[in-house]
């Protein structure tokens, strides 16, 4: 009786310890789906706003390039030095993230203070849009989605609208 008492505690505190860490494991994922769908927006939306300068930038010309100088959302960037879930994110993900708000911003402070020409400048923030489309986005979008599809092979829905 107390060998089957002793073994049935062990066996509930298995399944418990294993209960705990699937917990513990999906809710780690959907807080990382969220952090690089929400990262992936904010990009989005930034590049929208650059594609908007370059046109802008280009029809004035050098007439006030500072008063036209974009604001780029940052929010989630900013955010994501607070979050645990920053550090489960892949680093090719991460590096390409920041190598993107670092060059936009040098960029546009060399276009305002007239170190690049007009056409240069743009050129360059064109092939930094061009390059963050076609690697970084495309990386954090497989890679959300990815985490989006193993949430829903254990009937966890992400909300993405």
Do not use: C
């Not at 089957?4 to 513990?24: C, E, H, N, P, R």
């Not at 999906?26 to 706003?49: A, M, P």
């Not at 495309?138 to 829903?152: I, T, V, Y």
């Amino acid at each position: 009786m107390m060998v089957a008492t002793i073994v049935g505690v062990f066996l509930a505190a298995q399944q418990g310890l294993s209960q705990a860490i699937t917990f513990d494991t999906l809710n780690s994922k959907e807080s990382n789906f969220y952090l690089r769908y929400s990262l992936d927006n904010e990009i989005t939306n930034n590049i929208v706003i650059l594609k908007e300068y370059a046109i802008q930038v280009e029809k004035k010309k050098s007439y006030g390039l500072k008063a036209d100088r974009p604001v780029l959302l940052d929010f989630v960037w900013e955010t994501m030095k607070y979050s645990p879930a920053t550090l489960e994110t892949p680093s090719h993900i991460l590096s390409k993230a920041n190598q993107f708000y670092l060059m936009s911003d040098k960029i546009i402070t060399k276009i305002t203070n007239k170190k690049y020409g007009v056409k240069f400048g743009v050129g360059k923030l064109r092939e930094l849009i061009k390059d963050m489309e076609e690697t970084g986005l495309k990386s954090l979008r497989e890679n959300h989605q990815r985490l989006a599809r193993e949430l829903a092979e254990s009937n966890i829905i992400v909300v993405t609208k």
